[in-house]
Structures are given as C-alpha cells and as structure tokens.
C-alpha cells in the first residue's frame, strides 16, 4: 500500500499534471481570445473619433456617398415634457432639438440629400422641423426590421445622400443586420451613418447623438 502512495506522488507524475494543467490553460486563453476577436463590434461613436475618421465622414458627405438614419426626437407619449401637438407626437423641447440638429445638417450641406420619413406623427414632426421635410410618409421606414439595409439601398441616388427619419428599431436593426453588437437604444435625434462605394457595398461608420454634432463639426 506504501509503495502504491509513493508511486501517486512520484515526481514523475507532478511534472504530467503540471503539463496537463499548463495545456489546459493555454486551451482557455485561447478560446478567451477567439470569443474576444469574434465578438461584434460595438458602433463608433463619431463625436469620438480621431480626426482621420471625421475628414473621411465629411468628404464622404460631400460626394453624397452617406446613408443616414435620424431617429425622432423625443416623443410626448414618454415623457412628461409639454406636447407639441398630438400626444403620440414630440415634445416641445424636443422641437428645438429637432431643429438644432436640423441646423447642423445644414452647415453639413443638404444641397445632395434626399430626405424621407416614417409615416409615424413623431417621425413627421422631426422631419418637418428638422428639414422642413412635408413629403408623403414611407411604411417601409416604420416596418423596418428585416428589410431595413436592402430598402435603403435601394432607394439610395448614386452621388446623393439619403436622410431617413425613422425610429430606435430600425437603426438597430441595420446595425445588426451589418454585424454590429446590440447596442443600447439610440438616443433621441441620434443619426446613425452609413458609407456606400462605388459597388453599392454599404460600411457602418458611426453614430452622432444630437448634443455632440458640435464636437465632430469642430474637427
């Protein structure tokens, strides 16, 4: 029995374990890495991007190379903010906001953009104060969770840009759809931005939340 215990705990048999333990480690190291560099990426914030990033946003913008998803802004049915008109429109304050972010667009330059919205009275509204958009509202930018991406290619003008008023969902939506990570729901009057070469091959370049458009402008 005495020569059995001696042979368990033999030096021989330390140094297999310690191999043993030693390959199992660097077995789950490796998977950490592999599950790290295969996760989804997060979207860019923009209002954080160095300043080679905002040169090529806005030379894209000016080629009218950029799909652009604006979600409304901040809807009266959600808050306790004073209407601006029907309860299932947006807030008062959500108006100025609305037509803050309208104003960068403008310095942006808006004389290559088509701009289309959602149906949707809140998505009317923003548009409306944002763009002083009053066209026809289009479903496929209230039902938009399959087929987001394809639809807005389609309607996408070769040299222009297109604006899309449109909701949380949505702009999820294409993210995903672009193997991007989850992402919170995107704030209020938050525009998510899409480049799009010569192969109509769409890239996710970033997001802009209303308050920061003065950061990336500045660069």
Known sequence: MLSGTRRLFHPSNFAKNKTKLAALVCVAALASVTFFLLKP??????????NVTITDFKSRWAQGDM????????????????????????????????????????????GKADIYSSPMTRTAQTAAFMFNYTGAGQEWLSN???????????????NRNLVLVTHSECMNALAKTMKFRDSPTPDYGSSLFI??????????????NANDWPKVLAN
């Open 41 to 50: 990426a997060a979207v860019p914030d923009l209002a954080k991007g160095n």
């Open 195 to 208: 480049t799009v070469d010569d192969q109509q091959q769409p890239h996710l370049l970033g997001f802009i």
């Open 144 to 158: 938009c969770r399959q087929t987001m991406l394809s639809d807005s290619l389609q309607h996408k003008a070769k």
């Open 67 to 110: 799909i652009v998803l604006v979600r409304h802004v901040e809807r009266c049915d959600h808050s306790s903010a004073p209407c601006l008109g029907p309860a299932d429109g947006i807030t008062l304050p959500g108006k100025s906001v609305a037509e803050a972010v309208g104003q960068h667009f403008q310095t942006l330059g808006l």
